[in-house]
T-cell receptor, first 110, second 116 residues
Framework: EDKVVQSPLSLVVHEGDTVTLNCSYEVTNFRSLLWYKQEKKAPTFLFML????IEKKSGRLSSILDKKELFSILNITATQTGDSAIYLC??????????FGDGTTLTVKP | GAVVSQHPSRVICKSGTSVKIECRSL??????MFWYRQFPKQSLMLMATSNEGSKATYEQGVEKDKFLINHASLTLSTLTVTSAHPEDSSFYIC????????????FGPGTRLTVL
């Protein structure tokens, strides 16, 4: 059975802190790993990772995938209150299946 | 974590037919379920919010007569794509919110619909 585990479940930090969110997976026929940010309605797509060791960056957010150890991390530097959200990790397989993790709830306090 | 299943995982149908997709919360009760459609570039669009025992709330631009949602019990919501057309081909994902204090959302594995 495909499995995606995110940690921690929730995290409270202060503005300016750097956070690292973890996503580990066990799936058959891995194709890609995706990170989403969910605030209100639909999750917003952040990154898609397919290759090991290549960092994807967007502003203060960055992510990297390790296909050997089967995990990915999402880093947020200089956090702001607007970064408060649930961060979801999902893994897609070649069979077209998507498995979501339970998410990490990030709260950034002023 | 909690488990949400979707059935079927893949469906191919002819244009003009209707397709029903089921979303079940397997080990928890969900008063609210959400239906999403995934577009190219991985973006997810919320189609509707389904509440047990009441009518679903549709997002702007989503035709309620085309995408029928029924939430008959605390563990089951169905999405029926009526008179499907090729442009309805997509990946449909449901999620369910548990009744617990944290009210977290758990996502299903998705259903790939292909309309020929």
């Amino acid at each position: 059975e495909d499995k995606v585990v995110q940690s921690p479940l929730s995290l409270v930090v202060h503005e300016g802190d750097t956070v690292t969110l973890n996503c580990s997976y066990e799936v058959t026929n891995f194709r890609s790993l995706l990170w989403y940010k969910q605030e209100k309605k639909a999750p917003t797509f952040l990154f898609m990772l397919t290759s090991s060791g290549i960092e994807k960056k967007s502003g203060r957010l960055s992510s990297i995938l390790d296909k050997k150890e089967l995990f990915s991390i999402l880093n947020i530097t200089a956090t702001q209150t607007g970064d408060s959200a649930i961060y979801l990790c999902a893994v897609n397989t070649n069979a077209g299946k998507s498995t979501f993790g339970d998410g990490t709830t990030l709260t950034v306090k002023p | 974590g909690a488990v949400v299943s979707q059935h079927p995982s893949r469906v191919i149908c002819k244009s003009g037919t209707s397709v029903k997709i089921e979303c079940r919360s397997l080990d928890f009760q969900a008063t609210t379920m959400f239906w999403y459609r995934q577009f190219p570039k991985q973006s997810l669009m919320l189609m509707a919010t389904s509440n047990e025992g009441s009518k679903a709330t549709y997002e702007q631009g989503v035709e309620k007569d085309k995408f029928l949602i029924n939430h008959a019990s605390l563990t089951l919501s169905t999405l029926t794509v009526t008179s499907a057309h090729p442009e309805d081909s997509s990946f449909y994902i449901c999620s369910a919110r548990d009744l617990g204090g944290r009210a977290r959302q758990f996502f299903g594995p998705g259903t790939r619909l292909t309309v020929l």
